[in-house]
């Protein structure tokens, strides 16, 4: 009967998470009209390239949803810096230890994050729109910053305890879900 219970909150709570879903999304306007871009970058190498891409065309880049593009990218670049220093406020271990680590699962046998695209990290500063290009290179070096970290990586506010490899999908499937 516990095991009923338990398998039926996993499912609830993994069908929240899921239906929480996709409310900013980011275009190039072409002639034609926007363009849809689907990010499917795998490592945090492939992401930094992508960067540089999308430093010389954040002119012709529209978003929709709540967040400009550098908020966007300001929030990436938080979620990198937290998983060093420490994220500022974490679900519940118990959390941390079922639905958390069960949707991080699925996302990683997935491919793919699917989250509120327009919810803050709990307990980050809030999210002003600022110049792009200091949001690009703020991200930029947090990447780098991970890349070159060779200390303990701290817990994931909702997944738990991750290893480096674990974290760099987790970035990199969570840059991919805000951009595309």
Known sequence: MERRLLLKSVLTGSAIITVAG???????????????????????????????NLQTNDSKILTTGNWELSQILNHCAQSVEYSISGYPE????LFKKTLGSFAFSAFAAKGKMSHNLSEAIPGAPLLTPKDIDVALNRLQLSLTDFQQHAGKLQPHFAYGELTKSEYELAHVMHFNNHLS
């Open 22 to 52: 996709a409310t900013t999304w980011i275009a190039i306007d072409t002639e034609e009209g926007p363009l849809t871009i689907e990010y499917t970058l795998k490592r945090i190498a492939e992401m930094k390239k992508n960067l540089l």
């Open 90 to 93: 974490h679900k519940s271990e």
